[in-house]
């Protein structure tokens, strides 16, 4: 049996603010989620080279682009902010920085949407932890996870790409004939 790590990083503007920092570890069939508050790239970085994750996923937009990508577009409907504000120009450009610093170290980086994570699994993020921040990066090492798990689908185009969750086949409890 394979162990697996994977990292989900709700990533900050600035290095000065909180990120949320999760790692999700499978050992021997049991997963194991820990998540705490994190600052600099520098941090970020050794605590990827430490833990040797296949995969870290971004909450943030991964591009140089100063406007918005279509999938930025198609991802509104989840909340997503509009390229063009100041603040999400400054964390695309650190996101974009930073994955390509992660990329180098051999590992694969994706960009995610917590709440499409969210909704399309069925889970109250909240539930996760009572820091938005650490939630939201729970919610991305989650679908790091289903990722390597072949349980997600890329969408978007050349500008830009996110992974979500493939919806469940399942009719949830509450919508399931008595």
């Not at 991964?62 to 400054?90: C, F, H, W």
């Not at 974009?96 to 909704?119: M, R, S």
Request: charged share 30%; aromatic share 4%; hydrophobic share 35%.
């Amino acid at each position: 049996m394979q162990n697996k790590v994977v990292i989900g990083i709700d990533l900050a503007g600035s290095e000065n603010n909180r990120s949320g920092f999760a790692i999700i570890k499978e050992e021997f069939g049991q997963k194991d989620t820990k998540s705490r508050s994190i600052f600099s790239d520098v941090e970020i970085l050794e605590e990827i080279s430490r833990q040797k994750p296949e995969v870290v996923c971004f909450d943030a937009p991964i591009t140089k682009k100063k406007e918005n990508r279509k999938i930025d577009i198609q991802m509104q409907k989840y909340g997503a902010l509009s390229l063009s504000l100041p603040g999400m120009q400054v964390l695309a450009k650190r996101a974009h920085a930073l994955a390509n610093k992660i990329k180098k170290l051999g590992v694969t980086v994706l960009e995610i949407n917590p709440k499409a994570t969210a909704e399309i699994i069925g889970i109250e993020p909240q539930s996760l932890s009572k820091s938005t921040h650490q939630a939201d990066a729970i919610l991305a090492a989650m679908t790091g996870f289903l990722y390597l798990e072949d349980k997600t689908k890329e969408i978007g185009d050349d500008d830009g790409k996110i992974i979500i969750p493939q919806p469940s086949r399942k009719k949830p409890l509450s919508q399931t004939p008595a």
